[in-house]
Antibody
Framework: QVQLQESGPGLVKPSETLSLTCTVSGGSISGYYWSWIRQPPGKGLEWIGYIYYSGSTNYNPSLKSRVTISVDTSKNQFSLRLRSVTAADTALYYC????????????WGQGTLVTVSS | EIVLTQSPGTLSLSPGERATLSCRASQSVSNNYLAWYQQKPGQAPRLLIYGASARATGIPDRFSGSGSGTDFTLTISRLEPEDFAVYYCQQYGSSPRTFGQGTKVEIK
């Protein structure tokens, strides 16, 4: 059974960079697409971007200028960096596995809350 | 980007009743690439339906999906106590992938 676990700071200051890592267990990161998705408190879901295990990426245009997703296959991990954060970036951040290219999400992490505040 | 509008925002029903949730797209969803998720408080979303009508592994057959083009429906034939949750639709026919704002199914 594939499991995903997000990790990273729960508090980030405005204008700084949010950094999260997703560790995949129970399966290989190779051969799949992996996404980050966020959910502001009390609101709906927003897809941030994906990375293929080979390193190719695709980002939501609404965040593209501030987002970088990277992968480390040796550690079975992929990571999110979101620059120049504001309070609007406060959210529950999920990592998830794409069933295929630009597909639905079949496995999700439990999510990690990131608050942007000074 | 495709905007998904879910209705109603909240559905108040009793266990044993039938739930009908709607998801309308601002433009046609390519290949009917529409998924439904269930989310309970404090939990990650769980995949229920993909391809508009195919049940994910382990999903009970009281959950069914239908629709095509711009109009999609999730039906729960007889609500069980564990079905009270928030439900989201998601389209993956075009990029960026987008979600609806959710429908909460609450106990009446």
């Amino acid at each position: 059974q594939v499991q995903l676990q997000e990790s990273g700071p729960g508090l980030v200051k405005p204008s700084e960079t949010l950094s999260l890592t997703c560790t995949v267990s129970g399966g290989s990161i190779s051969g799949y697409y992996w996404s980050w998705i966020r959910q502001p408190p009390g609101k709906g879901l927003e897809w941030i971007g994906y990375i293929y295990y080979s390193g190719s990426t695709n980002y939501n245009p609404s965040l593209k200028s501030r987002v970088t997703i990277s992968v480390d296959t040796s550690k079975n991990q992929f990571s999110l960096r979101l620059r120049s954060v504001t309070a609007a970036d406060t959210a529950l951040y999920y990592c998830a596995r794409d069933f295929g290219y630009s597909s639905y999400f079949d496995y999700w992490g439990q999510g990690t809350l990131v608050t942007v505040s000074s | 980007e495709i905007v998904l509008t879910q209705s109603p925002g909240t559905l108040s029903l009793s266990p044993g009743e039938r739930a009908t949730l709607s998801c309308r797209a601002s433009q046609s969803v390519s290949n009917n690439y529409l998924a439904w998720y269930q989310q309970k408080p404090g939990q990650a979303p769980r995949l229920l339906i993909y391809g508009a009508s195919a049940r994910a592994t382990g999903i009970p057959d009281r959950f069914s999906g239908s629709g095509s083009g711009t109009d999609f429906t999730l039906t729960i034939s007889r609500l069980e106590p564990e079905d009270f949750a928030v439900y989201y639709c998601q389209q993956y026919g075009s990029s960026p992938r987008t979600f609806g704002q959710g429908t909460k199914v609450e106990i009446k």
